[in-house]
């Protein structure tokens, strides 16, 4: 297993692209595959997709300089190539809030199509619980060998494991030299393979438990707990509210005390992971707690549209514009943003909700199917709403907002006395 490694990446996304760069620069042979041709002719010319991500390009330049990274849009054929093969293609909800395995049943009958013996492929992507051994497995015994040939079989031709992903964008090198990679396999040997792999591709240590129901938990476990640790938080910003009493005061000096590990309110949870993975927890387990966390956080831009619309005398007719198309600062990225949510409750109240974010483009706002504040700042503002709080905003004068009577900080990240010295109200979440 520490001989001659090659390791295919499937899924060459915000996490597959750098777990696949961290395994070259470790001197393993890499394909990554991926189905946009976009990404894999940008990786195929050494240039990086990701430009925000920190460190990705120069580590990316040098694995393709060496020769230790390549990519393709032929997934069977480089697996066919390959010992090691590595899933992060995404799971994410259908319309009803079911896991989505369209992208993963996919990719693995194309992973099948090209299985060797001996093999040990992992899964990284975030699933409900069973999906690795039941749903991933099967589809890998049915691997389309010719007619007439005994199939490929787990545990004694091909071994599986699952290891969650446990990285933040924006950080992704960093994080995974930083936290314990979680592995856990269908039975020990394919365990013992997948630690032996990750031992060699990574610096940090290697983490293994029972089984990969176990390390499927793992990461619904955390991406649950800071869900519910969330809705906590803005159920305490809703009682300081009705209290006059400043949360983000309350909370810090409660967190003072070393059990006390209270996170953040704010105008909702957004990205791939939160608002998504409890809903992957509720699909094989009856469980009170997500599920209310759940409303309770999809709830809370509702909640700020209202204490804006009181704090201005309605938003009929009225202009607002939210800062920050990202899901959170400093990265492109939508999935799940608040900012689809504040537009929606902004427009059900009859108020023009103009987005603006400096990642984004006008015509990609457009495509998102929001309005652009464009030219920025817009003519006229009744009011602004801080979404994501982006480094760039940092030296934005408000006053160049005309119109503006109030600032809805859904972050609690601005200044109250900064705001109101310019003669703006200052409305914060829980202040």
């Known amino acids: 297993m520490t001989g001659d490694l090659s390791v295919c990446i499937v899924g060459l996304g915000r996490i597959g692209l750098p777990l696949a760069v961290q395994c070259a620069s470790k001197g393993l042979r890499v394909t990554g595959c991926d189905i946009a041709s976009d990404i894999v002719d940008a990786i195929s010319a050494g240039e990086c997709p990701y430009p925000d991500e920190e460190g990705l390009a120069e580590k990316l330049r040098a694995a393709y300089a060496a020769g230790l990274l390549r990519a393709t849009t032929d997934t069977t054929a480089a697996v066919r190539k390959s010992n090691i093969v590595v899933i992060v293609v995404p799971v994410g909800l259908t319309p009803e809030k079911r896991a989505d395995f369209a992208a993963l049943d996919d990719a693995a009958r194309a992973i099948a199509a090209g299985l060797q013996g001996q093999t040990l492929v992992i899964l990284e992507t975030t699933v409900p619980l069973g999906t690795t051994r039941k749903r991933l497995g099967a589809a890998l015994e049915a691997s389309g060998l010719p007619a007439g040939r005994q199939g490929l ?8 494991a699952y ?10 090198l960093t ?15 394919s365990t013992r393979r997948a630690a032996t792999f990750y031992a060699r591709a990574l610096d940090a240590a290697v983490l ?42 309350a909370i810090a000096a409660a967190n003072s005390q070393p059990f006390s590990h209270i996170h953040q309110p704010g105008v909702g949870v957004g ?31 509702a909640y700020a549209i209202e204490k804006l619309a009181h704090a201005i005398d309605g938003l009929e007719g009225k202009t607002v514009v939210i800062l920050g ?4 600062p400093d990265v492109k990225e939508p999935a799940f943003s608040s900012a689809f949510l504040l537009s929606k409750e902004l427009a059900a109240r009859g108020a023009r909700a103009l987005v603006h974010d400096p990642y984004f483009t006008p015509e990609e706002v457009r495509a998102l199917g929001l ?17 994501a709080w982006h480094a760039a905003y940092r030296d934005l004068d408000l006053a160049g907002f005309r119109g503006c009577k109030a600032v809805l900080d859904g ?21």
């Open 411 to 431: 972050r609690n990240a601005l200044s109250r006395d900064k705001i109101e010295s310019l003669g703006i109200r200052y409305l914060g979440i829980g202040r």
């Open 271 to 301: 990205g791939h992971c939160i608002p998504v993975y409890p809903r992957f927890l509720l699909e094989t387990a009856d469980a009170r707690l997500p599920e209310a966390a759940r409303e309770i956080n999809d709830d809370m831009a």
């Open 163 to 172: 290891s969650p992903e446990r990285v933040f964008v924006g950080r992704v």
């Open 208 to 249: 293994t438990v029972a089984n990969c129901e176990t390390a499927e938990l793992v990461k619904l476990a955390e991406t649950t707990y800071r869900d519910v640790n969330i809705a906590l938080a803005n159920e305490f910003a809703r009682i300081a509210d009705e209290h006059g009493v400043d949360v983000t005061e």
């Open 325 to 328: 198309l990202s899901y959170r």
């Open 153 to 160: 079989r787990l545990g004694r031709d091909l071994f599986l």
């Open 371 to 387: 309005e652009p504040a464009d030219p920025f700042p817009p003519e006229h503002a009744d009011a602004v709403v801080v979404q």
């Open 175 to 189: 994080d995974l030299q930083r936290y314990p990679k979680v592995v856990g396999g269908i039975d020990a040997e």
